[in-house]
């Protein structure tokens, strides 16, 4: 699982070229819960500055490096809204300070991120009982010109969808059904329906010593979308579908966000965990 699913890109493979992102991002309790786990954040940095982004918004990647992810927390009481809040504040505090250490490139950077995340929550989680058991997902995505670093744990997913069509879940969830579907022993509808779908093999904190992120690269060029969810999202929509509404035409003025049409269409479906989108698309 160390292995990222696609090899890192050489300089020769990349065209450096500044682009733009637009992004929307939305999360939402669901209809079942009485409180929301989850949480997400957009970030702008470079070796001075760090920009928190808002819900929507258009940026250069000239200027800024950008980073968006997605947190499901779990845990007793509230401490799966702590966990998950505790994931994206360590995002913003820590990895800017990586970024800037000379020499420290992508994986490096983010391999000590999710180390540190997983150390703060085993540390609370062993010092405060209401903490006890305390944990996390994150997916991460890092936009640099021509080119996007992932970082994940959990259930939570990164797909892409390049310009030219069709889809592709970069992420590995890490559950034995996870497993199982990447070897071709169940398919999408037995994935969905299978009793432990849900049971994490992989988790930031929650009493687990051994820690193993997945981490890949992938070349982004104008069109390219990214999809950036926890699994509240894709428990109300099928792949295909998760595909069509990120690829239906955007509206001016006040029509929904891309992220609010996925939340909308997975809360019309379930809604019984809490769901979080963030949908990013490479602009020329």
């Known amino acids: 699982?160390?292995?990222p699913p696609h090899p890192p890109l050489s300089p020769a493979t990349l065209t450096p070229l500044p682009a733009e992102l637009a992004w929307s991002g939305l999360t939402h309790c669901g209809r079942v819960r009485p409180n929301?786990?989850?949480a997400f954040l957009g970030l702008a940095f470079d070796r001075h500055d760090i920009i928190h982004l808002g819900k929507t918004g258009r940026a250069s990647l000239a200027m800024h490096d950008l980073v968006f992810a997605v947190s499901d927390g779990m845990g007793g009481a509230r401490a799966g809204e702590f966990a998950s809040r505790i994931a994206v504040d360590r995002i913003t505090r820590l990895l800017p300070r990586g970024f800037r250490r000379a020499g420290a490139g992508p994986d490096e950077a983010l391999g000590e991120l999710f180390a540190a995340i997983h150390h703060d929550l085993l540390q609370l989680g062993q010092s405060?009982?209401?903490?006890?058991?305390?944990?996390?997902?994150?997916?991460l995505a890092w936009f640099t010109p021509g080119q996007m670093a992932f970082a994940?744990?959990?259930?939570?997913?990164i797909y892409h969808l390049p310009a030219a069509g069709g889809r592709q879940q970069l992420t590995h969830d890490h559950t034995h059904?996870?497993?199982?579907?990447?070897?071709?022993?169940?398919?999408e509808r037995e994935a969905r329906e299978h009793p432990?779908?849900?049971?994490?093999?992989?988790?930031?904190?929650?009493g687990q010593q051994l820690l193993d992120p997945q981490f890949g690269v992938v070349a982004h060029q104008p069109g390219d979308r990214f999809l950036l969810c926890t699994?509240?999202?894709?428990?109300g929509l099928w792949d295909h579908r998760l595909e069509e509404i990120i690829r239906e035409p955007g509206s001016d003025g006040a029509a929904p966000t891309t992220a609010a049409r996925l939340i909308e269409a997975a809360l019309a479906q379930s809604g019984r965990?809490?769901?979080t989108a963030v949908v990013v698309e490479v602009a020329g």
Do not use: F, I, P
């Open 177 to 187: 059904v996870g497993w199982l579907r990447r070897n071709g022993q169940v398919n």
């Open 231 to 235: 699994d509240g999202l894709v428990d």
């Open 1 to 3: 699982m160390k292995a």
């Open 273 to 275: 965990d809490n769901l």
């Open 196 to 206: 432990r779908r849900n049971a994490l093999n992989q988790v930031l904190g929650a």
């Open 128 to 139: 405060y009982e209401e903490c006890a058991d305390m944990g996390a997902t994150l997916s």
């Open 36 to 38: 929301n786990e989850d």
């Open 152 to 157: 994940h744990v959990g259930d939570s997913r």
